[in-house]
């Protein structure tokens, strides 16, 4: 079985945006965000002076660091070219002992078993390994 799609930039970004509060680093930024609520809460019932240096610190270190994944992820998807086989036509192929993608400038073959999940998003499918 196989699929022919055309992936276009807005499909990119539309993926990236969905797909980045899913992510493991960004998941280290929202445990930043509620260490940072939850000592900011216990630490408003005292004497205001270090600590809450130290709390603005890290909860606006954990917001830069948030939006910074976001330009870095979004940065990729304007910019993608149809000859990194990004955007453009692609070709998804389901075969028995492979899943096979192939686009303008690339062509994968995975194995099966070395792929732990198949996602679909509209029309992009996505491996995790």
């Given amino acids: 079985m196989q699929y ?27 445990i930043f965000l509620v260490a940072c609520v939850a000592y900011g809460g216990v630490k ?6 270090v600590f809450l240096w130290l709390f603005v610190s890290i909860l606006l270190g954990s917001i830069i660091f948030l939006l910074v994944n976001l330009l870095y992820v979004l940065f990729h ?3 993608a070219k149809a ?10 192929k389901f ?6 993608e192939e686009a303008l400038g690339t062509e994968t073959k995975t194995r099966w078993e070395n792929i732990a999940g ?4 509209k029309k992009i499918y996505i491996c995790s390994y």
């Fill in 44 to 49: 408003s019932l005292e004497e205001h002076g």
């Fill in 95 to 100: 075969e028995d002992s492979f899943f096979i």
């Fill in 118 to 121: 198949l996602y679909k998003f």
């Fill in 4 to 30: 022919h799609v055309l992936i276009r930039r807005i499909d990119l970004i539309m993926m990236n945006l969905l797909m980045l509060p899913r992510l493991p680093q960004t998941y280290l930024g929202y």
């Fill in 77 to 79: 998807a304007i910019f």
């Fill in 83 to 92: 000859r990194n086989g990004a955007i453009g036509k692609t070709v998804y």
